[in-house]
Protein backbone atom coordinates (compact mmCIF):
# COMPACT_ATOMS: atom_id res chain seq x y z
CA UNK A 1 0.00 0.00 0.00
CA UNK A 2 1.43 3.50 -1.07
CA UNK A 3 1.75 5.69 1.84
CA UNK A 4 -0.25 9.27 1.48
CA UNK A 5 2.01 11.80 1.76
CA UNK A 6 1.63 16.03 2.00
CA UNK A 7 5.06 17.86 1.33
CA UNK A 8 6.17 20.43 3.26
CA UNK A 9 8.21 22.16 0.40
CA UNK A 10 10.46 23.70 2.76
CA UNK A 11 14.08 23.32 0.83
CA UNK A 12 15.95 20.49 2.10
CA UNK A 13 13.21 19.05 4.74
CA UNK A 14 11.13 16.80 3.30
CA UNK A 15 13.88 14.49 2.20
CA UNK A 16 14.26 13.53 5.64
CA UNK A 17 10.90 12.44 6.00
CA UNK A 18 11.03 9.96 2.99
CA UNK A 19 9.12 12.87 1.00
CA UNK A 20 6.59 14.52 3.34
CA UNK A 21 4.60 14.19 5.89
CA UNK A 22 2.16 11.24 6.17
CA UNK A 23 -1.24 12.47 5.50
CA UNK A 24 -3.59 12.73 8.77
CA UNK A 25 -0.69 12.84 10.99
CA UNK A 26 0.05 15.72 14.07
CA UNK A 27 2.92 16.75 14.03
CA UNK A 28 4.82 18.57 17.13
CA UNK A 29 7.41 20.83 16.09
CA UNK A 30 9.29 22.20 19.11
CA UNK A 31 12.18 24.91 20.12
CA UNK A 32 13.21 27.93 22.21
CA UNK A 33 11.67 31.40 21.08
CA UNK A 34 13.46 32.49 17.95
CA UNK A 35 14.47 29.38 16.56
CA UNK A 36 12.41 29.96 13.35
CA UNK A 37 9.08 27.77 14.66
CA UNK A 38 6.85 30.42 13.19
CA UNK A 39 8.20 30.83 9.95
CA UNK A 40 8.40 27.08 9.56
CA UNK A 41 4.11 26.36 10.07
CA UNK A 42 3.41 30.06 8.35
CA UNK A 43 5.68 28.23 4.91
CA UNK A 44 4.33 24.74 5.45
CA UNK A 45 0.40 26.76 4.91
CA UNK A 46 1.78 29.09 2.10
CA UNK A 47 3.25 26.41 0.05
CA UNK A 48 0.59 24.55 0.36
CA UNK A 49 -1.73 26.87 -0.81
CA UNK A 50 0.41 28.42 -3.58
CA UNK A 51 2.50 25.27 -4.79
CA UNK A 52 -0.52 22.27 -3.89
CA UNK A 53 -3.59 24.06 -3.98
CA UNK A 54 -4.24 22.55 -0.49
CA UNK A 55 -6.56 24.63 2.14
CA UNK A 56 -4.69 25.75 5.14
CA UNK A 57 -5.73 26.98 8.46
CA UNK A 58 -3.22 28.97 10.93
CA UNK A 59 -4.59 29.14 14.66
CA UNK A 60 -2.93 31.63 17.07
CA UNK A 61 -3.69 32.44 20.69
CA UNK A 62 -0.70 34.70 21.12
CA UNK A 63 -0.36 36.43 17.90
CA UNK A 64 -2.55 38.86 15.56
CA UNK A 65 -3.57 38.04 12.14
CA UNK A 66 -1.68 41.45 11.07
CA UNK A 67 1.24 40.50 12.85
CA UNK A 68 1.21 37.04 11.19
CA UNK A 69 0.83 39.18 7.36
CA UNK A 70 3.87 41.30 8.44
CA UNK A 71 6.28 38.26 9.49
CA UNK A 72 5.47 36.50 6.23
CA UNK A 73 5.21 39.64 4.13
CA UNK A 74 9.42 39.85 5.00
CA UNK A 75 9.75 36.50 3.13
CA UNK A 76 7.51 38.11 0.58
CA UNK A 77 4.69 35.72 1.17
CA UNK A 78 1.68 37.44 0.62
CA UNK A 79 -0.71 36.13 2.82
CA UNK A 80 -3.33 39.05 2.33
CA UNK A 81 -3.64 37.66 -1.44
CA UNK A 82 -3.83 34.17 -0.27
CA UNK A 83 -6.29 35.12 2.51
CA UNK A 84 -8.76 36.86 0.58
CA UNK A 85 -8.71 33.49 -1.97
CA UNK A 86 -9.69 31.52 0.81
CA UNK A 87 -6.91 29.41 0.21
CA UNK A 88 -5.41 30.18 3.77
CA UNK A 89 -7.63 31.21 7.10
CA UNK A 90 -5.91 32.80 10.28
CA UNK A 91 -7.81 32.58 13.36
CA UNK A 92 -6.60 34.32 16.30
CA UNK A 93 -8.35 33.62 19.54
CA UNK A 94 -6.91 36.01 22.28
CA UNK A 95 -5.97 33.95 25.10
CA UNK A 96 -8.91 35.28 27.65
CA UNK A 97 -11.55 34.56 25.10
CA UNK A 98 -10.33 30.45 25.16
CA UNK A 99 -13.74 29.39 25.86
CA UNK A 100 -15.57 25.58 26.41
CA UNK A 101 -15.54 25.20 22.47
CA UNK A 102 -12.37 26.38 21.10
CA UNK A 103 -10.84 23.17 20.32
CA UNK A 104 -13.93 21.81 18.94
CA UNK A 105 -14.71 24.69 16.66
CA UNK A 106 -11.25 24.19 15.48
CA UNK A 107 -11.92 20.44 14.36
CA UNK A 108 -15.40 21.87 13.03
CA UNK A 109 -13.81 24.12 11.11
CA UNK A 110 -11.18 21.85 9.68
CA UNK A 111 -14.17 19.43 8.38
CA UNK A 112 -16.00 21.97 6.99
CA UNK A 113 -13.97 23.89 5.04
CA UNK A 114 -11.84 20.59 4.24
CA UNK A 115 -8.70 22.04 5.45
CA UNK A 116 -5.79 20.27 4.69
CA UNK A 117 -3.03 21.79 6.34
CA UNK A 118 -3.66 23.32 9.90
CA UNK A 119 -0.87 24.83 12.72
CA UNK A 120 -1.79 25.52 15.96
CA UNK A 121 0.39 28.21 17.74
CA UNK A 122 0.66 27.37 20.41
CA UNK A 123 -0.34 24.00 21.93
CA UNK A 124 0.69 24.55 25.29
CA UNK A 125 -1.47 27.89 24.97
CA UNK A 126 -4.71 26.30 24.28
CA UNK A 127 -4.63 23.03 26.66
CA UNK A 128 -3.13 25.87 29.56
CA UNK A 129 -5.97 27.83 28.85
CA UNK A 130 -8.85 24.96 28.61
CA UNK A 131 -12.20 26.17 30.65
CA UNK A 132 -12.47 22.61 32.01
CA UNK A 133 -8.78 23.11 33.58
CA UNK A 134 -10.04 26.59 34.82
CA UNK A 135 -13.68 24.48 36.14
CA UNK A 136 -12.10 21.59 37.71
CA UNK A 137 -8.96 23.13 39.37
CA UNK A 138 -11.45 26.17 40.91
CA UNK A 139 -13.63 22.99 41.84
CA UNK A 140 -10.85 21.56 43.88
CA UNK A 141 -9.77 24.71 45.67
CA UNK A 142 -13.64 24.93 46.68
CA UNK A 143 -13.18 21.90 47.93
CA UNK A 144 -10.37 22.31 49.92
CA UNK A 145 -12.11 25.08 51.30
CA UNK A 146 -14.61 22.60 52.51
CA UNK A 147 -12.00 19.88 53.66
CA UNK A 148 -13.74 17.49 50.96
CA UNK A 149 -10.92 17.53 48.26
CA UNK A 150 -8.90 14.41 48.03
CA UNK A 151 -6.63 16.10 45.06
CA UNK A 152 -4.50 18.76 45.15
CA UNK A 153 -5.05 21.03 42.31
CA UNK A 154 -1.90 20.72 40.59
CA UNK A 155 -2.16 17.28 40.79
CA UNK A 156 -5.78 17.52 39.17
CA UNK A 157 -4.88 20.40 36.62
CA UNK A 158 -2.12 18.25 35.27
CA UNK A 159 -4.26 14.95 35.04
CA UNK A 160 -6.64 17.75 32.99
CA UNK A 161 -4.40 18.59 31.21
CA UNK A 162 -2.90 15.44 29.36
CA UNK A 163 -6.33 14.21 29.29
CA UNK A 164 -7.07 17.39 26.99
CA UNK A 165 -4.25 16.71 24.82
CA UNK A 166 -5.06 12.93 24.36
CA UNK A 167 -8.63 13.86 23.08
CA UNK A 168 -7.70 16.65 20.70
CA UNK A 169 -4.84 15.38 19.33
CA UNK A 170 -7.01 12.24 18.71
CA UNK A 171 -9.76 14.35 17.47
CA UNK A 172 -7.32 15.54 14.97
CA UNK A 173 -5.67 12.60 13.78
CA UNK A 174 -9.82 10.77 12.68
CA UNK A 175 -9.60 13.81 10.45
CA UNK A 176 -8.28 11.53 7.78
CA UNK A 177 -7.77 14.63 5.03
CA UNK A 178 -6.00 17.23 7.55
CA UNK A 179 -1.91 17.24 8.66
CA UNK A 180 -1.64 18.96 11.54
CA UNK A 181 1.50 20.86 12.88
CA UNK A 182 1.52 21.61 16.56
CA UNK A 183 3.94 24.43 17.96
CA UNK A 184 5.06 24.10 21.40
CA UNK A 185 8.16 25.57 22.86
CA UNK A 186 10.68 23.50 24.68
CA UNK A 187 12.05 24.09 28.35
CA UNK A 188 15.03 25.27 29.16
CA UNK A 189 16.09 22.40 31.16
CA UNK A 190 14.99 18.84 31.28
CA UNK A 191 14.06 16.03 29.63
CA UNK A 192 11.05 16.64 27.98
CA UNK A 193 10.59 18.25 24.81
CA UNK A 194 6.85 20.50 24.80
CA UNK A 195 5.62 22.66 28.03
CA UNK A 196 2.73 20.30 28.65
CA UNK A 197 5.25 17.52 28.72
CA UNK A 198 3.02 14.88 27.14
CA UNK A 199 2.65 16.44 23.53
CA UNK A 200 5.66 14.28 22.13
CA UNK A 201 4.76 11.13 23.29
CA UNK A 202 1.01 11.77 21.59
CA UNK A 203 1.55 13.20 18.43
CA UNK A 204 2.79 10.92 15.69
CA UNK A 205 6.15 12.89 14.77
CA UNK A 206 8.13 15.20 16.74
CA UNK A 207 10.08 18.03 15.27
CA UNK A 208 12.99 19.67 17.24
CA UNK A 209 14.74 23.35 16.52
CA UNK A 210 17.61 24.39 18.53
CA UNK A 211 19.50 27.64 18.50
CA UNK A 212 23.30 28.11 19.85
CA UNK A 213 25.51 30.74 18.98
CA UNK A 214 28.53 29.41 18.01
CA UNK A 215 30.18 32.12 16.15
CA UNK A 216 29.89 29.94 12.06
CA UNK A 217 27.36 30.05 9.66
CA UNK A 218 24.24 28.48 11.05
CA UNK A 219 23.48 29.21 14.67
CA UNK A 220 20.18 27.01 14.09
CA UNK A 221 19.47 22.96 13.75
CA UNK A 222 16.95 20.70 13.00
CA UNK A 223 16.22 17.40 13.81
CA UNK A 224 13.54 15.19 13.32
CA UNK A 225 13.24 13.11 16.90
CA UNK A 226 10.44 10.56 15.34
CA UNK A 227 8.12 10.10 12.89
CA UNK A 228 5.51 7.27 12.25
CA UNK A 229 4.47 5.01 9.74
CA UNK A 230 7.70 6.28 7.75
CA UNK A 231 11.46 6.18 7.59
CA UNK A 232 13.06 9.73 9.03
CA UNK A 233 16.42 10.85 9.02
CA UNK A 234 18.00 10.49 12.39
CA UNK A 235 20.72 13.27 11.78
CA UNK A 236 20.80 16.97 13.16
CA UNK A 237 21.10 19.57 10.28
CA UNK A 238 22.05 23.70 9.81
CA UNK A 239 18.75 25.46 9.64
CA UNK A 240 18.96 29.11 7.68
CA UNK A 241 16.55 31.41 7.66
CA UNK A 242 16.73 32.95 4.44
CA UNK A 243 15.47 36.57 3.34
CA UNK A 244 14.54 35.06 -0.07
CA UNK A 245 13.33 31.82 0.79
CA UNK A 246 12.18 31.26 3.98
CA UNK A 247 13.72 28.36 5.99
CA UNK A 248 16.58 26.24 4.55
CA UNK A 249 17.32 22.85 5.60
CA UNK A 250 21.12 21.95 4.73
CA UNK A 251 21.57 18.20 4.21
CA UNK A 252 24.79 16.86 5.61
CA UNK A 253 26.82 15.15 3.13
CA UNK A 254 27.84 11.42 4.46
Known amino acids: MVMKRIKVGIKGFDELVSGGFPVASTILLTGSPGTGKTIFGLQY ?11 GLYVTFEQTEDGLKEQAALFGWDFDKIIKSKMIQVLHVPTKEIDQETAKSIVDNVIKNKIRRLVIDSISTLAVNAPIYTFMTDAALIDISKGKSFFSPPVM ?5 KRFLYGFIDDLRNVDHCTTILISESPEKGEYLSRDTISEFVCDGVIQITFESMGGEFSRSLLVRKMRHTKNDEDIHPLEINNNEGLIVHIIEK
Request: aromatic share 18%; glycine share 12%; no cysteine.
Open 45 to 55: LYNGAVKFREK
Open 157 to 161: GDFVV
